[in-house]
């Protein structure tokens, strides 16, 4: 696994010539984020070795390479899904690159049902914790050191200061932000009512197919993260009805422009803490000088 995280992000730094510290995973039909951003350059998934292709409508399938507000990110255009037949630690692949290019904040959103009553159709909800019930975590298996520890702590997977800024953004626009816990599953099939009941039992607002994966590997590297869904269905009883994929991405597309609003403004005025400096003299390039300085000088 190292090897290959090694060679994909030496070839993306070689590509792109990023140091963005930013990277941003956009969810179903929120790719208009992409409007915002100053880009740079791209790179397409199948271009980028190692790297799993998106199967999905409405997940582009590319990096992007740019700047919003003046801050350098990196934007996945097109996430993976468990449903698509890829293993926990492929569909998490893109995430340990990621970290390994510099990144060390992520940004994540999704689009989801709502179980909580007090929840309508196009409302944004800020993630402040989730549950798993993949079935799965992508951290079994042998665990690499140079990566993170064994036993990571999850009590704190979504970052409370960028959670109080998202909120200071929409008290300044006069726009209404849910807060709530996010329950993943593998799908692909949406709920059933006793399923939405299940989960609403067990305390989530939202259950969706994506994002948990990705921040349980994100932590488990020590990034900083946040969490953003919309809700694009209800699975409250007696407010469920079929929906499909497109209607999914028709009310998302619609409550887009909230979610894009709080992630540009968090990305501009947000000063990133993390000034990493070592500098290992025996690297003999840019890639690999950054694989040392980002995981070395955490764990060496």
């Not at 956009?26 to 791209?42: A, D, P, R, Y």
């Not at 409405?58 to 990096?63: A, D, I, S």
């Not at 939405?196 to 994100?218: C, H, N, Q, W």
């Amino acid at each position: 696994m190292l090897s290959k995280i090694r060679e994909t992000a030496n070839f993306i730094l070689e590509q792109s010539k990023t140091e963005a510290r930013i990277g941003i995973i956009l969810g179903t039909g929120l790719g208009g984020l992409v409007q915002e951003i100053n880009i740079k350059s791209t790179l397409e998934y199948d271009a980028i070795p190692n790297f799993p292709t998106s199967t999905v409508e409405g997940h582009h399938g590319r990096l992007i390479f740019g700047t919003i507000g003046g801050k350098e990110v990196v934007a996945m255009q097109g996430r993976f899904h468990y449903y698509e037949g890829y293993s926990m630690q492929e569909l998490t692949f893109p995430v340990r690159v990621m970290k390994c290019i510099g990144i060390d904040t992520l940004l994540v959103s999704n689009a989801s049902g709502g179980l909580n009553p007090d929840f309508v159709v196009g409302d944004v909800m800020i993630i402040d914790d989730h549950i798993n019930m993949f079935g799965n975590n992508p951290l079994m298996g042998k665990n690499y050191d140079e990566l993170g520890p064994r036993f990571p702590d999850m009590s704190q997977c979504y970052s409370k200061d960028l959670i109080d800024r998202a909120f200071s953004i929409a008290q300044r626009h006069n726009i209404t932000l849910k807060r709530g816990v996010y329950v993943g599953t593998s799908g692909p099939t949406f709920e059933t009512p006793a399923e939405y009941k299940m989960f609403r039992i067990l305390g989530a607002d939202v259950v969706g197919m994506s994002t948990v994966p990705e921040v349980i590997v994100a932590r488990h590297m020590n990034m900083t993260c946040f969490g953003v869904s919309i809700v694009t269905d209800s699975g409250v009883p007696g407010e469920i009805v079929e929906v499909s994929h497109k209607e999914v991405q028709e009310v998302a597309a619609k409550a887009e422009p909230t979610m894009t609003l709080v992630i540009k403004e968090l990305v501009g005025p947000y000063s990133f803490l993390c000034n990493v400096q070592y500098i290992n003299p025996s690297c003999p390039g840019k890639g690999d000088f950054l694989f040392q300085r980002n995981w070395h000088a955490q764990y060496k």
